[in-house]
């Protein structure tokens, strides 16, 4: 049986998905992209206070479904270039100081609204 979460301390979706899903005691974030959800614009500045946005919005839908960052097992980075992976990485450390998932980081080609961060996660309870 699946649940999906929704929060307003997240962007909403804008299409056919779901914030996240919540199935089997895990949880499946859909990728969050820099969008303050108070205003729903883009975060002024660059790859740091985009990740920081971006890891505000998944820090929000991980509440709403009862988790935290320390049940998180997977995550996928999405960079505009891998010359910001460095920075993004300072900000996302932050959230994972000790035991942090597994993960993935790439470079595309283009991001929604030509943001430079995008990043996916699942949990687990």
Do not use: H, W
Not at 53 to 64: A, F, R, S, Y
């Amino acid at each position: 049986m699946k649940k999906v979460i929704s929060t307003k301390n997240a962007p909403g979706a804008i299409g056919p998905y779901s914030q996240a899903i919540e199935a089997n005691g895990m949880l499946f974030i859909s990728g969050q992209i820099p969008i303050d959800p108070a205003t729903g614009n883009i975060v002024e500045g660059g790859i740091i206070e985009q990740t920081e946005q971006v890891m505000k919005n998944l820090n929000g839908i991980l509440t709403e479904a009862g988790y935290t960052f320390d049940n998180v097992v997977k995550s996928t980075c999405l960079l505009s270039d891998m010359a910001n992976f460095a920075a993004m990485n300072e900000i996302y450390g932050r959230c994972f100081t000790q035991n942090p998932p597994a993960r993935a980081a790439f470079a595309v080609k283009t991001l929604p609204k030509e943001v430079l961060v995008e990043i996916e996660m699942i949990a687990v309870k």
